[in-house]
């Protein structure tokens, strides 16, 4: 298989763009490109931002080898000088992201790219993808997470990823959303998520019965005997099995530390028999995990139908955020720059209102109360704006624009950090545990009806009125009548 540059890996119209650019004298025409979404996954109340990590590794590897300008020269597309221009290519702007492991709304930036227009646009297709992917995942692992209410949630889905990439940046980004560990070997190594494992049916049925299986396992394995009692029947056999070699094999040994995995059936019922024949035997601190196409859905019903579950093993459901499979980020141009450093607001209309940019090189603020430490609402600002939290602010809904509050005795902090500078990095990147804990602090600082699952409260993301008149201008610039 031939080598595969990860600069390559951007859309066809980001060359043939950057291409008519630099034909144009527009190369190093300093631009601004805003990524945002527009709509929370699962109509859910916020998402989680992840993947900035891997955004960084690709920025600071982007070039172009011979073999890529010889396949570009061979399209017939581009121009000897843009060529050269690639050969010689460099990222040397500046991007401003929010920390990863963030809780983020409709159509605040989370990430902001101030750079050459050429360099700006090349990159777009590959930031998108990582955004959208990894966010999707992180997104969906912390619905998963707190249906569990505390229980521990592995990630599970390697073999129903959607390719390799997705299956070991997938579970980091099931990890940073506050899934446990994975199955995904290749994510532990690379990423330093824990991966873990024990038996497939096929181990059970290699042996001449279930009773030699369990046993076979629990002496190679005796720290770490975790039994699939499904293969047959689950009460009949599956559970007396284990018992008898939990008490065979581990009790000699002094280890009272075990499980047994239920993968199909009546989850509720057979883990509430599970767990009474287990406690009648001594084993009242043997673990019930559940696997079998979960999610936050039907775990949450588990729960309330009182399951016996310890530890839930979510697969495919999770991997692929089966339920809402898109993220929707887009990366849009809200801003260029004069030679004299002046920042120039750019705006995109549609007969979609949806579809309609906020305009400017933007920061915004989250608001929290001083008291409980809420987060109560965002900002968005022009660059050169700061929030007085000294002061009452008065807050829109950005849906029901009628809505608003005056909000006081609160903490503004701004949310955007400095990620590269001239092409530099300037940021250091967390180790992935505190990416974790940061994510289950942060999202700890919403309230609980924004994060329900049904009708989440609509969480204000507001503009300042210096930034709501600019967008508000432009608005009306463009879309009034014109007369000859």
């Known amino acids: 298989m031939k080598n595969r540059n990860r600069s390559m890996l951007c859309d066809y119209y980001e060359l043939t763009m950057g291409n008519g650019y630099f034909e144009k004298g527009m190369a190093d025409q300093i631009v601004y490109f805003d990524v945002f979404y527009r709509s929370v996954p699962d109509e859910g109340g916020y998402a989680i931002f992840a993947g900035l990590e891997q955004i960084v590794d690709y920025i600071n590897e982007l070039h172009f080898t011979e073999e890529d300008i010889e396949f570009l020269r061979g399209k017939g597309d581009f121009s000897e000088g ?26 605040e930036p989370i990430l902001t790219i101030r750079a050459p227009a050429c360099e700006a646009q090349l990159i777009e297709t590959y930031v998108l993808l990582t955004v959208n992917h990894q966010s999707m995942i992180a997104t969906k ?15 599970f889905g390697s073999r129903r990823a959607h390719g390799a990439d997705a299956a070991t940046d997938g579970a980091r980004a099931a990890y940073i959303g ?11 190594m690379v990423y330093g998520v824990p991966a873990g494992g024990t038996m497939a049916h096929s181990w059970v049925q290699m042996f001449d019965s279930e009773y030699e299986a369990f046993k076979a396992y629990c002496e190679i394995y005796p720290n770490n005997a975790t039994l699939l009692v499904d293969t047959y029947n689950v009460l009949k056999s599956g559970v007396p099995n ?13 280890i009272t530390k075990c499980g047994i995995r239920l993968d199909s059936g009546d989850i509720t019922y057979l883990s509430k028999k599970a767990r009474k024949m287990l406690d009648e ?7 019930i995990v559940a696997s079998n196409s979960l999610d936050e859905w039907i775990i949450r019903d588990l729960i309330i139908q009182g399951a016996e579950i310890d530890v839930f093993g979510v697969g495919e459901r999770l991997i692929t955020s089966k339920s809402s499979p898109v993220f929707d980020g887009v990366y849009k141009l809200v801003a260029t720059e004069t030679p004299d450093g002046t920042v120039v ?6 007969e979609s209102s949806a579809k309609i940019t906020t305009p400017h090189f933007k920061k915004f603020y ?29 807050i829109f809904d950005p849906i029901d624009t009628w809505k608003r509050k005056v909000v006081t005795n609160f903490i503004a902090k701004e949310m955007q950090v400095q990620i590269f500078k001239d092409g530099k990095l300037v940021y250091d990147l967390p180790p992935l545990p505190e990416i974790q804990k940061f994510c289950a602090e942060q999202v700890g600082t919403l309230w609980d009806e924004v994060k329900r699952f049904e009708s989440p409260h609509n969480y204000y993301v507001d503009l300042s009125q210096k930034l709501w008149d600019i967008r508000h201008g432009m608005l009306s610039d463009i879309t009034a009548p014109k007369t000859l």
């Not at 035997?281 to 673990?287: I, L, V, W």
């Open 82 to 107: 843009y060529l050269d221009w690639l050969r010689n290519f460099k990222f040397t702007g500046d991007i401003y992201a929010v920390p990863e492991g963030t809780p983020v709304f409709p159509n």
């Open 141 to 155: 692992a912390n619905r998963i997470c707190l249906a569990a209410q505390g229980r521990t949630v592995l990630e």
């Open 178 to 188: 506050g899934c446990a560990g994975t199955a995904c070997t290749l994510s532990d």
């Open 242 to 254: 284990a018992i008898k070699a939990f008490k065979e094999i581990l009790v000699p040994k002094g």
């Open 281 to 287: 035997a001594g084993f009242t601190e043997c673990k």
């Open 345 to 350: 607001p750019k705006i995109k209309i549609s």
């Open 366 to 394: 989250r608001l929290y109360e001083r008291d409980s430490g809420k987060a109560i609402a965002d900002q968005l600002c022009v660059f050169d704006e700061t929030i007085d939290d000294t002061k009452p602010l008065e």
